[in-house]
């Protein structure tokens, strides 16, 4: 699409009633009055599939983010409880930052690194008998990067891509560009949107844009969309910071494009949005 066609596309969307949104969506958004029932719902989505893992006779392969990250200590209460096994699960995490100078993942004790995050936000919760092999934990590197296309392939593919949707369209961190849809793995530059809004919206960096990473390395969006299924989610995380309400009705109902990259999962076969009905609220001002 032109510039011109998504600000008219944009202006048309959030016209329209949440009720509207809704209907439009034709099954692919779901809302909740509150972000806990959204965070308990991905929990139990997330944990269902890897019961069925647990049942089958065969590993099933996960794309995974590191945030939202509040569904991951439900998530870890749940396994608990249920005694279920991850061993039949492994895990394609999504993205990592990567050093500004050199192709270097940044360190696992920079409090920005999805690598360091994922232990106390789940691993370390799980009881150690429940847990998956180490090496059914992946994370993009700069030495599996060309790889992991084919990993992927040989591991039967993905069932399902979890992920957040970035202020500009970004799922990992596929950024908006010419030909993302076909995007495989690689080292990117970080839009400067999105640098903008998680270095605001991260608690304890303070804006710091001038330190914040420019880099990521990231799984490309032709394996997020290659998956069986695309489970997505997006909101705003308090009733002041308003961010999300845009990026939430382009992605339930904007034109596939490359300059919101997640208006390309709408053609997916299995796509499912969720968000509260604070984010899905139209903005008080439409410009």
Known sequence: MTRVERRDEVRRILALSTEELVKEARGQLKLFETLDEVYDFLAEEMVREFARAAAGDRIRSY?????????????????????????????????????????????????????GQIGPLLFDRIRPELMMPEDQIIFPTPEN???????????????VCYGGIGIHGHVAFNEPGPGVAESDPR??????????IDATRHRG???????????????????????????????????????????????????????????????????????????????????
């Open 145 to 159: 990067l060309k790889a992991l296309p084919q990993m992927i392939e040989d591991a039967g593919g993905i069932e």
């Open 187 to 196: 080292i990117l530059e970080i839009n400067e949107f999105t640098r903008t």
């Open 63 to 115: 794309i995974m983010p590191v945030g939202p990250t509040q569904p991951y200590r439900l998530m870890a209460e749940k396994i608990n409880f249920r005694s279920l096994s991850l061993k039949n699960v492994r895990f394609f995490f999504m993205d990592e930052y990567v050093d500004d100078e050199k192709d270097e993942l940044i360190p696992k004790t920079n409090p920005l690194s999805f690598r």
């Open 205 to 287: 960096v303070g804006g710091n844009l001038e330190n914040f990473p420019r880099r990521a390395i990231t799984m490309g969006m032709k394996q997020c969309l290659a998956a069986r299924r695309m489970l997505l989610m997006t909101r705003n995380e308090s009733t002041e910071f308003l961010w999300a309400n845009t990026i939430l009705r382009i992605a339930a109902l904007g034109q596939p494009g490359d300059d919101y990259p997640v208006t390309h999962a709408r053609n997916h076969r299995n796509l499912l949005i969720v968000s509260d009905v604070n984010t899905a609220r139209k903005p008080k001002f439409n410009i």
